[in-house]
């Protein structure tokens, strides 16, 4: 997480703290957020600069420190337990029905117990009014790689092999293949999908859009006979675990979200807040428009070929635009 990010977060549970416990002393509010001394006298310097629009002296934070005591003034607003109104959590109930209903997350047994909760902080009469909602909205989703996803989460559930015809975007082929369906994985907008390939006798990652065609066939396997399953769950790279290396970094503006994205590997959150990570490919072509679409916020820092491709793209793009 970015150090502006992780600060922020800090200061959004420092502020109700001091607020509720006026006059603590310095070394009580440090122990009680693991902070050191010099880290928290430089958030309350910061405090100073927070309140409400529109910000002027009148509106901002005042905190004083007397002794070595902490006082914070003109946060009342802070006071005040965040809590949800009756029409906010009517709106995210049936959004969140909405999203629950959606091709591959019936498993999502954590989120329904979730929703499970907001129906319950509902009063009666509101929940009277929910399940009239319910009556009268009906949620089909149409993604378009569902019943091939209904297949695949069958076959992973009863332990069977399935024939497939898959394209590869870096090579720019479709290959038949035989495969042992291990686990579904949503990342990045797409579903993939972790598998033993029969073909090149490997764990591989598939993205299920680029299956082309598949059938689920007779025989059984054993999902703990694939020794690859005991190395993790991290989904190796973006498609096929083959081809070069190659080495990125991202802008801490990215950071966050390359962290949860499980097609990249190796990833490591550098101090600057940027991270580095791998992804592989054997048809640079393809991953030289790929990278362009993140502008300055990514960085090839291996292969230096790659790098050269990039900017030769980069530049025969200006020249267009110069004429």
């Given amino acids: 997480m970015p150090a502006s990010e992780a600060r922020t977060l800090r200061l959004l549970g420092l502020i109700p703290y001091l607020v509720k416990n006026q006059g603590a002393t310095v070394d009580e509010v440090c122990e009680a957020f693991g902070l050191a001394r010099k880290d928290l006298l430089d958030d309350i310097q910061l405090i100073f600069l927070c309140g409400r629009p529109d910000y002027d002296p009148g509106d901002l934070i005042d905190v004083n420190i007397e002794g070595d005591r902490i006082y914070i003034n003109m946060a009342d607003y802070f006071s005040r337990p965040l809590r949800f109104t009756s029409q906010e959590l009517v709106f995210l109930y049936l959004a969140g029905r909405a999203l629950s209903e959606l091709a591959g997350l019936r498993e999502a ?148 979200w390359i962290m949860e994205q499980g097609i990249f590997s190796s990833k490591r959150l550098e101090e600057d807040g940027s991270v580095t990570c791998t992804l592989y490919a054997e048809n640079f072509a393809w991953l030289e428009k790929e990278l362009l679409r993140y502008g300055t916020d990514v960085e090839i820092l291996e292969p230096p070929e790659l790098r050269k491709a990039v900017l030769a793209r980069v530049n025969n793009l200006l020249r267009i635009y110069r004429k």
């Fill in 109 to 256: 047994a954590t989120f329904q117990a979730a929703l499970s909760k907001l129906r319950e902080a509902l009063l009666a009469e509101e929940r009277k009014v929910l399940d009239g909602a319910h009556e009268l909205l009906t949620i089909e989703p149409e993604h378009r790689d569902q019943p091939r996803l209904r297949m695949l989460r069958e076959a992973i559930e009863d332990g069977r092999r399935v024939e497939m015809e898959y394209y590869s975007s870096g090579r720019d082929v479709i290959t038949k293949r035989r495969i042992d369906p291990l686990k579904l994985q949503f990342a990045e907008g797409n579903w993939y999908l972790q598998a033993w390939d029969h073909r090149s006798k490997e764990r591989r990652v598939f993205r299920v859009d680029r299956i082309r065609e598949c059938r689920m066939l007779k025989t059984r396997f054993n999902p703990d006979d694939h020794a690859a399953r005991e190395r993790g769950e991290e989904m190796p790279g973006m498609g096929d675990f083959s081809g070069r290396e190659v080495r990125l970094r991202f802008s801490p503006y990215y950071a966050n």
